[in-house]
């Protein structure tokens, strides 16, 4: 898994590289397996506060590009605390992944037991054309 983290506006200190590394790396265990079969993950991570110009508070802004194998997933957010920021990247982009890995899993099941029942003879039906 490659990461790169970047910072606008704001200095990249230790701590802030060390809860993106870890938020990061609890989206790693979605991603072992395509990394396993030999698939590319590319994470680009980035932080920042938003322009000077509010008239209270800091706000500051999180984005995360996740690259695999040529499918997208982004998700980006503006909170006043850097942290929450960061945290609801990483919940909106574990459920997107989660959501699609699922999607994948569920279609191949369903394609696989329509061709078992084409293979029984319970089904006249043509998986592959979706017609009878």
Do not use: W
Not at 9 to 20: G, P, Q
Not at 24 to 42: A, C, D, M, R, W
Not at 68 to 96: A, H, P, Q, W
Not at 114 to 128: A, E, H, I, Q, T
Request: hydrophobic share 30%.
């Amino acid at each position: 898994m490659q990461i790169n983290l970047q910072g606008k506006n704001i200095e990249l200190t230790e701590a802030i590289k060390d809860y993106v590394l870890k938020k990061v790396t609890n989206l790693e265990k979605l991603l072992s397996s395509i990394e396993e079969n030999g698939g590319e993950v590319k994470v680009n991570f980035e932080v920042g506060q938003s322009t000077k110009h509010h008239k209270a508070g800091e706000v500051f802004h999180s984005d995360c590009l996740i690259n695999l194998d040529g499918k997208k997933f982004y998700y980006g957010t503006d909170k006043e605390n850097l942290y929450e920021s960061i945290d609801e990247v990483k919940e909106r982009l574990y459920e997107e992944i989660r959501r699609e890995k699922e999607r994948k899993q569920t279609l191949f099941k369903r394609g696989a037991a329509s061709v078992k029942k084409m293979l029984k003879g319970l089904s006249d039906r043509n998986p592959f054309t979706s017609k009878y």
